[in-house]
């Protein structure tokens, strides 16, 4: 992107910031607590609209650890718990207080917010096309790329050994079109199958990493980037990889330092 467009966008932000400010909305948060209970395998509840953040506030059963036994994903509104795990959670979700005089300014704040950012569009589209720097994870196909095939090295695809239950680890296989070989790259950069995610084995950023289905809790171990043909881990920077290089079905998939050989090459 060159220099010029990239002031008028940083002008119309400050813009946008400036009206957001002046409609003299002042944010609060409401919470509520709730019970959740896994009876040995998955249980999961969906959360309220505007959550914002969930905490475990008191153990009612089994151990309750974040990112293994319970998470939670916002992307699909979801809390869940596995393993014995049962807790009472609090569910923070983000709401707005009217002005002191009992009139609100929400709907003037939207149709200026709107207006402001209708015409960023316009003036940035044609730049957004080729260089997205704001973009998160750039290269990515995006939310709506999904259900689909990703094949490596020989042809064969990625594979969720045994089909898609949290802790089963990746590999490449013949591809089938199973549901266990059906990927979609979420707006976050993660990588969902059969409702989970693609996930670095309790957050390793070592070579040799194993590569794991897992249930989706939104942490940097399980966000990735696309570069060309590579997908690299958001929290180590490596590649996933073909273990030892041998393109034959059953072979693990791990990540490990990039290194442009076939093996870390994918397509879809």
Do not use: H
């Amino acid at each position: 992107m060159t220099g010029t467009s990239s002031a008028p966008r940083r002008a119309i932000a400050a813009a946008v910031s400036a009206g957001l400010v002046l409609t003299g909305l002042p944010a609060r948060a409401d919470e509520q607590t709730v019970e959740l209970r896994s009876r040995g395998g998955n249980e999961t509840y969906r959360l309220p609209d505007g959550t914002t953040e969930v905490d475990l506030v008191e153990q009612l059963a089994g151990g309750c650890r974040f990112g293994r036994t319970w998470g939670y994903d916002l992307a699909v509104k979801s809390l869940w718990v596995d393993g014995g795990c049962g807790g009472r959670f609090k569910v923070t979700t983000a709401a707005t207080e009217s002005n002191r005089d009992g009139s609100s300014n929400v709907g003037a704040a939207i149709a200026a917010a709107a207006v402001i950012a209708g015409i960023a569009l316009i003036a940035s589209s044609k730049d957004r096309k080729d260089d997205r720097p704001d973009d998160p994870y750039p290269g990515n196909p995006g939310n709506g790329w999904g259900s689909n095939e990703i094949r490596g090295k020989g042809n064969l695809c990625m594979d969720i050994e045994g089909g898609a239950r949290p802790g089963r680890g990746l590999i490449v296989y013949n591809c089938n079109g199973g549901g266990n070989q059906r990927f979609e790259w979420g707006r976050g950069g993660e990588l969902r199958v059969s409702g989970l995610c693609l996930d670095v084995e309790g957050g390793r950023t070592n070579d040799g990493a194993r590569v794991i289905a897992y249930s989706c809790n939104g942490n940097r171990n399980q966000r990735w980037r696309a570069r060309g043909g590579e997908i690299r881990s958001a929290d180590s920077g490596k590649c996933l990889d073909i273990e030892g290089g041998r393109a034959r079905p059953g072979q693990r998939v791990i990540v490990y330092s990039c290194n442009g050989n076939d093996n870390q090459r994918w397509s879809w």
